[in-house]
């Protein structure tokens, strides 16, 4: 009988040594900001004013909700191993850019067969539905090499082109305070708009605001200038979901909060003719000549996109580029760079410099990246509006920090960033010529760093830091609030990215 309590004490312990060590759920925390119920939805945990954190899943080509193609080859170039490889390359772009769109928006793949390709100057994109592939990102690979001596972008991808407001389609949203993380509000009249619409929410710089951020205080020094009211117009490209009476239900959350004391907001329709999509850059090795480790006079971007929706860059590498692997301007909406690295830049190590994935515009995901050597590995300029998401990506041999880097970001996810450096939200003050503060509503999320300074600006919302891995310090300046910190050098956060989270949030069945 003792035999067989002893077996039974023994199996029990096993029992639960073994739970202990492979149960998922044992050591786990979960935010209090928000929760995930057992079929994979997430419910929201919102402040006094109604704020949440916001859903950044909508990201990305098509917001995720299309998987991205493998379109067909239309066009084969094989290199010359001579600066007529440009020259090849660019007319095969103008060949296919004829081509009609496909019943998908494409017009078909060229596929530049393994070799070397010397590139004198540019390579330029300005049609939809080209996707420029390769045969691998190794140097073994297709590798196109940048001879230029000037700060060139070795592939250009861009339309033509603006955003233009419809005449007469402007209301205002009648709203005292439409909180962060919201998809709808109302407005003074609908009868201009219909589900489908492409609408701008336009947020308005006010000098109130400006004043309440202590903007018009920046500490002056040669070159600092003053935040002025009508340079922080905020404009957040949207759809219309939904039309209830006055209500308007949007594609993508509100990223800050709009207060009628800080001018409200407004809606228009508008058009953005010249805009391309369905461009997709894949499977290339890039590198760029240079003379010694501080050379300027050499290829600065592998690819930059401008007036552009709905593309991506994927499976990529770029070394010895004195900025970036890519970079999107504030026209670039909606694109997904995949799997891609940045490797050595060279450069003077200083400002406007080493910038390795660098996002001005908004919509955009970049995922499973990987840099070394740089300065802002991961960031997002002045008045960048959200949502946008860095995810599952690292960075070595940092020589600055990752984060937005100046002049009001809004709501961007730094979601398992992993960095030898540091993560900052803050505010820089008289840095540049007065960068200030870098923005609202950030959130970072299951971040490791060497440290990091995550701050509140004095107005206008909050930014986050859950789970960081890493030490905390009080970053430029004394004095400044500190963000909604929760979890630090906690292991076992649920979800362990916010990122997949939300994005499986979307399928969740009752």
């Known amino acids: 009988m003792l035999k067989k ?4 004490t023994s199996f029990i312990i096993i029992l639960a040594f073994q739970l202990l060590s492979v149960s998922p759920g044992v050591f786990h925390w979960e935010s209090s900001f928000l929760k995930v119920n057992k079929n994979g939805s997430i419910i929201y945990k919102a402040d006094e004013k109604g704020n949440t954190i916001p859903d950044f899943s909508r990201v990305g080509f098509y917001g995720g909700d299309k998987k991205i193609p493998d379109v067909s080859i239309v066009k084969t170039v094989s290199p010359s191993g001579t600066d007529n490889d440009e020259l090849i390359i660019q007319a095969a772009i103008d060949e296919v850019a004829k081509l009609p769109l496909d019943k998908n928006g494409f017009r078909g793949a060229i596929l530049l067969k393994k070799g070397t390709y010397k590139i004198p100057q540019s390579i330029r994109i300005s049609a939809s539905g080209i996707v420029l592939r390769g045969e691998g990102d190794q140097p073994e ?12 972008s070795l ?8 955003i233009k407001e419809v005449k007469g389609s402007r209301v205002k949203v ?3 305070y439409v909180p962060t ?5 109302t407005v003074a009249d609908t009868k201009k708009f219909k589900k489908g619409d492409k609408i701008i929410l336009f947020r308005p710089g006010t000098q109130k605001w400006i004043d309440d951020l202590k903007m018009n205080q920046i500490e002056e020094r040669p070159g600092t200038k003053q935040w002025q009211a009508k340079e922080y117009d905020l404009s957040f490209e949207r759809i219309i979901t939904k039309i209830e009476g006055n209500k308007i239900s949007i594609d993508n959350p509100v990223v800050m909060p709009m207060e009628t004391k800080y001018g409200g907001a407004e809606i228009y329709n508008y058009s953005f003719e010249g805009r391309i999509k369905h461009v997709g850059v894949e499977h290339i090795y890039f590198e760029s000549e240079y003379e010694k480790d501080t050379s300027e006079n050499h290829a600065w971007n592998a690819v930059a996109f401008s007036k552009i929706e709905h593309s991506w860059v994927r499976n990529v590498t770029a070394k010895y580029f004195g900025n970036s692997c890519v970079t999107l301007d504030g026209s670039a909406k909606n694109i997904s760079v995949l799997n ?16 390795s994935f660098n996002n001005n515009g908004q919509l955009n995901l970049f995922m499973n990246c990987k840099a070394t050597d740089g300065r802002h590995d991961y960031v997002t300029g002045a008045r960048t509006c959200g949502p946008n998401v860095f995810y599952n990506s690292t960075a070595a041999k940092t020589h600055a920090d990752i984060g937005p880097h100046h002049r009001w970001s809004t709501g961007t996810l730094y979601d398992n960033i992993t960095t030898d450096g540091e993560i900052n939200i803050q505010d820089r ?5 007065g960068h200030g503060w870098v923005g609202v509503t950030q959130v970072v999320w299951n971040c490791t760093v060497k440290r990091a300074a995550v701050q509140n600006p004095w107005a206008s919302g909050k930014n986050y830091c859950i789970g960081l891995k890493g030490e905390k310090y009080d970053g430029r ?4 609030q500190d963000a909604e910190w929760e979890g630090q050098n906690k292991d076992g956060l649920q979800p362990a990215s916010l990122y997949v989270a939300q994005l499986k949030a979307r399928n969740a069945k009752p």
């Open 429 to 433: 003050g008289n840095w540049g010529s």
């Open 141 to 152: 690979g297709t590798k196109l090499i940048a001879t230029s001596k000037k700060q060139v």
């Open 477 to 480: 300046l004394k004095g400044r």
């Open 174 to 176: 009648t709203d005292a």
């Open 155 to 162: 592939i250009t991808v861009a339309g033509n082109g603006n």
């Open 340 to 355: 891609s690295n940045c490797y050595d830049h060279k450069s003077v190590i200083t400002g406007s410099r080493r910038y």
């Open 5 to 8: 309590r002893v077996a039974f």
């Open 181 to 185: 993380g919201t998809f709808s509000f």
